[in-house]
């Protein structure tokens, strides 16, 4: 079976000489439909970077990211913004709304720029704004929301319309706990409908809605499902 999504010996490599920081080091990885995939590690192990190059927001040095058998990197950028228009949902930690917009607009604004009318993309945006418990925030701005509303509206945005992979970073860290499990059952209901998910989390309790865990450190994979999760965080030597 085809994968989704699939890293292949990706290299990350920022800046050089003396300042040159490898964020992911020839890691391998491949998220097949129907599948959610968490993936864990401490802070500066590469999570985010392999995020970004998933969701086409940034290119190897080295390797190829391929989604749905098409490498990203041949697209361009206007190519790979299209991709995230219409097969790529991506759920960022800072929510990334655009102020001038409502909540509404936000979420409908993907499937506009797709070419969907104006009517057709609200009425999806409606239904998605419900799935994620805030219907009555439709007509509001971003800044007369809380965090944790923004964050539902952030997500309701990366899985509207029919997206193949959806990429969340960290998508619970501004909600409670009651919110963020049914945002996790939202997440777990698209991948069982058939998308794809990748899910980067520091909670061990987040990881086990995922059908296997991809562990990093130091841009390396050092492990794959079946690890205890907090095991295989804790640095070499040391115990719990």
Not at 206 to 217: E, M, N
């Amino acid at each position: 079976m085809n994968a989704t999504l699939h890293l292949d010996d990706v290299t990350r490599v920022h800046g050089s000489g003396p300042t040159e920081v490898h964020a992911l080091r020839g890691v391998s990885f491949r998220a097949h439909a129907g599948e959610l995939v968490a993936v864990m590690g401490p802070s500066g192990s590469g999570k985010s970077t392999l995020l970004t190059l998933a969701g086409g927001l940034d290119t190897p040095t080295a390797g190829r990211v391929v989604v749905d058998g098409v490498d990203l990197a041949a697209l361009g950028g206007a190519g790979r913004a299209r991709m995230r228009r219409t097969s790529i949902g991506y759920v960022f930690q800072d929510f990334n709304l655009i102020p001038a917009l409502t909540a509404a607009e936000n979420v409908a604004l993907p499937r506009e720029l797709d070419g969907q009318r104006s009517r057709a993309a609200r009425k999806a945006a409606l239904a998605v704004l419900e799935e994620v418990g805030i219907p009555e925030l439709a007509d509001r701005f971003p800044d007369e929301m809380s965090g944790g509303q923004q964050q539902r509206v952030a997500i309701a945005r990366a899985v509207v319309g029919e997206r193949r992979l959806i990429l969340a970073d960290e998508p619970t860290g501004a909600l409670d706990t009651d919110t963020g499990e049914e945002i996790l059952r939202l997440l777990r209901a698209r991948c069982d409908a058939g998308a794809t998910g990748v899910l980067v989390t520091h909670e061990a309790r987040h990881a086990a809605w995922a059908d296997r865990v991809v562990f990093l450190r130091d841009g390396v994979v050092v492990d794959e499902s079946g690890a205890d999760p907090v095991d295989a965080l804790l640095e070499p030597g040391m115990s719990r």
